[in-house]
């Protein structure tokens, strides 16, 4: 593997989050990241970083989370999927694997994300979704919840929906389009966006659901936008719920296809 050009890698990722401490590699916790590092490090050789899109909380889950990593191995692009999914826990998988231009760069080259809330709304919790659904026994007006989340559309400044220990210097985004949606006795959240702060999309989950189920007024989220007040939203909603579906690069920024 010596001698060869450096290359970089691009690897699109697929995990149940559910047994670790999120993306973002801990000290004392295992993480996505770690376990990636260190298997792609026992198929190379040498120690390598991955660079992740999204550094999702412990417990959040993943379709789309999207990497990227140099080496000079000779692997060819497409088949680091094949050789890495032999060798990492069945509750991580590569999806796909591609050579990318040396300047690619997983998050700060993204474009957009998009990610789902899921909640199984139902008097008894689920057995089988448990790990991947909130539950929600109080009936939740999907109706109500989605005319309420329309306030999030367009760019504002979101400080309201920072969690306590977010670090961002700038808390506006820009939101394309958020449904709320039910199929059967199960409601979606999806919310389409540039960016977005640390648990914000769990926050916006908790307080469609007390939207949902009369505990907050309509006009919660339109009133927090304009105070940058945390109080006034509804409480954070659990990591399980939560899955990055997609990232988004250059021209490819469609989300159509996610929503109803």
Not at 169 to 182: F, G, M, N, S
Request: glycine share 8%; charged share 20%.
């Amino acid at each position: 593997m010596s001698g060869c050009e450096a290359r970089r890698i691009r690897l699109i990722l697929e995990y149940d989050g559910t047994n670790y401490s999120g993306w973002q590699r801990q000290i004392n916790a295992p993480s996505v990241q770690q376990t990636l590092e260190e298997t792609l490090q026992r198929l190379l050789g040498v120690p390598v970083t991955v660079t992740g899109s999204s550094r999702t909380d412990a417990g959040v889950h993943a379709l789309g989370q999207n990497v990227h990593f140099d080496t000079t191995s000779r692997i060819p692009g497409d088949k680091f999927a094949f050789a890495l999914n032999t060798m990492l826990p069945d509750d991580i998988r590569v999806r796909a694997s591609m050579d990318v231009a040396p300047d690619f760069h997983a998050r700060f080259s993204a474009t957009g994300k998009v990610y789902r809330y899921a909640i199984q709304n139902t008097r008894h919790a689920p057995a089988i979704d448990r790990l991947t659904h909130a539950h929600v026994p109080l009936p939740l007006d999907v109706e109500r919840m989605h005319a309420a989340a329309q306030a999030m559309v367009g760019r504002h400044d979101f400080a309201a929906f920072a969690a306590a220990g977010s670090v961002a210097k700038d808390t506006r985004r820009t939101i394309y389009r958020v449904q709320a949606a039910r199929q059967g006795e199960r409601v979606y959240l999806l919310v389409h966006g540039d960016g977005f702060l640390y648990n914000m999309v769990r926050i916006l989950a908790g307080t469609l659901i007390a939207i949902g189920n009369g505990k907050l007024a309509p006009d919660a989220i339109a009133r927090a936008i304009e105070s940058g007040d945390r109080l006034d939203l509804g409480m954070t909603a659990p990591a399980r719920g939560l899955t990055l579906l997609r990232v988004f690069y250059g021209d490819d920024a469609e989300a159509a296809g996610y929503f109803a």
